[in-house]
């Protein structure tokens, strides 16, 4: 069964990979290492001690789980796919042999949409030749404040069909952003007892920019210390763009 999910943009998860580290300001308040914390106490299966156990520190054990990678072919229905919303499909533990068995298993069922999200490009970029890119995978990169903004570089160097940027949780005024080759742009304010604030400036700048350039914007949450604290609305209306399959080329 696909694992549904609250987050906005898609639709349900797919985590064939478990756990990560931190990278950048980003991942301060990572919700994912304290939900694999209450997973693990749950007794589920995956955040179990297994050679890579959940810890106390700044991440939890990178595991790749194999049993995992033929859930979408079990899916009767198409379904928008944010994989591995647990971890980073191209952190360095992964084996470059099960990032491949991934992008088997997503060009083996073009039924689904599948959105990747890495803070890692570099390493995407530098695989990308040993990987065949189907028509259905999306590839993203999270980029919370001016200092990560060279990651949209190494973005635009992966083959997707459609590349899009995570500004969340945006914690900076990203000033000018080269939106070329872009597709989509998601912004989101970051959620939990000790969220950051983010400035409304900040959003519409990005917005402003997205839409002198067409391209799709995305706004999430204002975030604060529940995820829909303090809604979704951005000058008075929802902003839930998406692109089609040919942007981002």
């Not at 490009?121 to 890119?133: E, H, I, S, T, V």
């Not at 990560?148 to 945006?170: N, Q």
């Not at 002198?212 to 604290?229: I, L, M, N, Y």
Request: net charge neutral; hydrophobic share 35%.
């Amino acid at each position: 069964m696909a694992q549904k999910t609250s987050i906005e943009w898609t639709e349900v998860t797919w985590n064939p990979v478990t756990g990560c580290d931190r990278v950048s300001a980003g991942c301060d308040n990572c919700y994912a290492m304290v939900l694999a914390k209450r997973l693990k106490a749950m007794g589920a299966e995956k955040y179990q001690n297994d050679g890579n156990p959940v810890t106390s520190g700044p991440g939890f054990g990178v595991t790749v789980h194999p049993r995992a990678l033929e859930q979408p072919l079990k899916w009767k229905s198409p379904k928008t796919v944010f994989v591995n919303s647990m971890s980073d499909l191209f952190h360095a533990k992964v084996p470059t042999s099960f990032v491949r068995d991934v992008f088997d298993v997503m060009k083996a069922t073009p039924q689904h949409t599948y959105q990747i999200l890495t803070k890692r490009p570099m390493r995407a970029r530098k695989m990308a030749d040993q990987l065949d890119w189907p028509a259905n995978v999306w590839m993203g990169t999270s980029v919370e404040e001016p200092g990560v903004l060279g990651r949209i570089d190494e973005l635009r160097r992966v083959p997707a069909a459609v590349r899009f940027l995570s500004c969340e949780p945006l914690l900076s005024n990203l000033g000018e952003i080269d939106l070329q080759g872009i597709g989509w742009v998601i912004v989101g304010g970051e959620s939990g007892h000790h969220a950051r604030p983010v400035d409304p400036d900040w959003v519409t700048d990005i917005r402003d920019q997205c839409v002198d350039a067409e391209v799709p914007f995305f706004f999430k949450q204002w975030g604060g210390r529940t995820p829909k604290a303090n809604g979704r609305y951005l000058d008075g209306r929802l902003w839930d763009e998406y692109p089609s399959s040919s942007r981002g080329n």
